[in-house]
């Protein structure tokens, strides 16, 4: 008698069976196998995503420098000085270096001139800080001689592309962690259900 008392109450609270083929027999313990699934799904999909991200960010950046390689020209440039320097310049005027300026700063626009095709081209380009006047640097220009820009190197390439990584995976952490943190509750929630309806019926089997 005692014995299958014991027996009934075992199984309302839900104790665990002896057909070790079913070892997540209760729907709580199935719950948890599932969500555990969910989450090692999305963790390995955002993997995939975000090395995708950082592939196509560094296919596009090399596919940009390539370009620009193969529509551009090298030629030499000397920094002119500003003869007559303003003392009250407008923020929006290319900024001529009359004076060394300070290496630690931003690149700057600097007035230049080079020779393209046998002519003297003067315009504005922008060069790295730390340079002085008459300073000569290499420059890239269009088959019309105008500057094309400032060139795409190596280290710009792959400091873009490990930007784009960085962000991809902090997107990609928080995500899964927002994840997370649903499963959890939802998971807490069927545990605390399913408490409940355990102790539900294991009072209701001692009550008879």
């Known amino acids: 008698m005692g014995f299958r008392r014991r027996r009934r109450a075992a199984r309302a609270v839900g104790a665990p069976s002896a057909?070790?083929?079913?070892?997540?027999?209760?729907?709580?313990?199935?719950l948890a196998v599932r969500l555990q699934l969910?989450?090692?799904?999305?963790?390995?999909?955002?993997?995939?995503?975000?090395?995708?991200?950082?592939?196509g960010v560094y296919d596009a950046e090399s596919a940009r420098?390539?370009?620009?390689q193969i529509r551009t020209h090298p030629v030499t440039a000397t920094i002119t000085?500003?003869?007559?320097?303003d003392p009250d310049p407008d923020p929006d005027t290319p900024i001529r270096p009359a004076a060394r300026l300070d290496s630690r700063t931003d690149p700057v626009l600097a007035a230049a001139t080079w020779h393209w095709a046998?002519?003297?081209?003067?315009g504005t380009i922008e060069l790295p800080a730390g340079v002085s006047t008459h300073t000569q640097t290499g420059i890239l220009v269009d088959s019309s001689?105008?500057?094309?820009?400032?060139?795409?190197?190596?280290?710009?390439?792959?400091?873009?592309?490990?930007?784009?990584l960085i962000g991809a995976l902090a997107l990609a952490t928080a995500l899964i962690?927002?994840?997370?943190?649903?499963?959890?509750?939802?998971l807490d929630r069927h545990r605390q259900r399913y408490w409940d309806e355990a102790l539900h019926r294991l009072f209701a089997t001692y009550g008879k």
């Open 38 to 55: 969910l989450l090692a799904a999305v963790a390995a999909l955002m993997l995939v995503l975000t090395v995708g991200v950082a592939a």
């Open 118 to 122: 046998g002519d003297a081209r003067t």
């Open 19 to 30: 057909d070790r083929r079913q070892p997540f027999h209760r729907p709580v313990d199935r």
């Open 65 to 68: 420098a390539a370009d620009q």
């Open 177 to 186: 962690a927002g994840l997370h943190t649903w499963c959890t509750r939802i």
């Open 81 to 85: 000085p500003d003869p007559d320097p």
């Open 145 to 164: 001689g105008n500057w094309a820009g400032p060139e795409i190197t190596g280290p710009e390439v792959a400091g873009n592309t490990a930007a784009a």
